[in-house]
């Protein structure tokens, strides 16, 4: 296996099966003396802007009133 420039790897299919990863999957690399292992994170955490939204806006709310809620927590 080769890293890219950027130090990108791909991670084989058959791991990427066995330990269920779809895209946007957040993985983090655990070291165990000379070892790395590739650990699935169960809880995401929330990290983009407005990743803390995501789920509270309901289909009752207008575009202004969701507006609203992002800018009152910014």
Known sequence: M??????????????????????ETEIDFIKDNDRFYIVKIDKPHIT???????????????TDEILNLTRESL
């Open 2 to 23: 080769q890293t890219t420039a950027t130090g990108q790897i791909t991670i084989p299919k058959e791991v990427r099966e066995a330990l269920n990863i779809v895209s």
């Open 48 to 62: 983009k802007k407005f990743g803390q939204f995501r789920g509270i806006a309901t289909t009752t709310m207008s």
